[in-house]
T-cell receptor, first 112, second 118 residues
Framework: NAGVTQTPKFQVLKTGQSMTLQCAQD?????MYWYRQDPGMGLRLIYY???????DKGEVPNGYNVSRLNKREFSLRLESAAPSQTSVYFC???????????FGNGTRLTVT | AQKITQTQPGMFVQEKEAVTLDCTYD???????LFWYKQPSSGEMIFLIY??????QNATEGRYSLNFQKARKSANLVISASQLGDSAMYFC???????????????FGKGTMLLVSP
């Protein structure tokens, strides 16, 4: 009963490096989301995928790309990391319009 | 303009007392949903309670209830009989449906830190 699984849990990057955050859900949900959480800012939506094959920008998409690989997996890529991308990243999924989001445990990313 | 406003950065309550966490929202949609999440110090996001805009009764889940006042656009979370384990950050969030596509996203407030003292 894993729910939403994110890897890695922690990551330190140097400015300019790239990396991909992985997310997988086993609840057969159509919609998946990437959020970032910064102190005093709440959670802000980076990208979302309403269904397999579609992706859309959220509130703060600059500097990120996403791939909905299949129904289970939704990855977030930082092509050239910047210190401003230091944050905690959450992946989430949901079943439908009125359903809550189920969150992964987060990835703590530090860019030096 | 903020879509979700949580005006209380921090709240203190004594164990066994009730506490209300405020949330106001801004939307022009007729169909929307309101959610509350708890984030303990361990960092995970825990879903607590949901209220749909067309629900006539206030939602309740155990010790959690949602005081939904549609005309005032408020959706306050009430925690009854507070416990030490309720100490956490609490987020209010709103889900809006985008047009006819049915796609929707969740917008979060900045959160309220609740501390429960013995």
């Amino acid at each position: 009963n894993a729910g939403v699984t994110q890897t890695p849990k922690f990551q330190v990057l140097k400015t300019g490096q790239s990396m991909t955050l992985q997310c997988a859900q086993d609840m057969n949900h159509n919609s998946m989301y990437w959020y970032r959480q910064d102190p005093g800012m709440g959670l802000r939506l980076i990208y979302y995928s309403a269904s397999e094959g579609t992706t859309d920008k959220g509130e703060v998409p600059n500097g990120y790309n996403v791939s909905r690989l299949n129904k289970r997996e939704f990855s977030l890529r930082l092509e050239s990391a910047a210190p401003s991308q230091t944050s905690v990243y959450f992946c989430a999924s949901s079943e439908g319009r009125h359903s809550p989001l189920h969150f992964g445990n987060g990835t703590r990313l530090t860019v030096t | 303009a903020q879509k979700i406003t949580q005006t209380q950065p921090g709240m203190f309550v004594q164990e066994k007392e009730a506490v209300t966490l405020d949330c106001t929202y801004d939307t022009s949609d007729q169909s929307y949903g309101l959610f509350w999440y708890k984030q303990p110090s361990s960092g995970e996001m825990i879903f607590l309670i949901y209220q749909g805009s067309y629900d006539e009764q206030n939602a309740t889940e155990g010790r959690y209830s949602l005081n939904f006042q549609k005309a005032r656009k408020s959706a306050n979370l009430v925690i009854s009989a507070s416990q030490l384990g309720d100490s956490a950050m609490y987020f209010c969030a709103m889900r809006e449906i985008s047009g006819n596509s049915g796609y929707s996203t969740l917008t979060f407030g900045k959160g309220t830190m609740l501390l429960v003292s013995p």
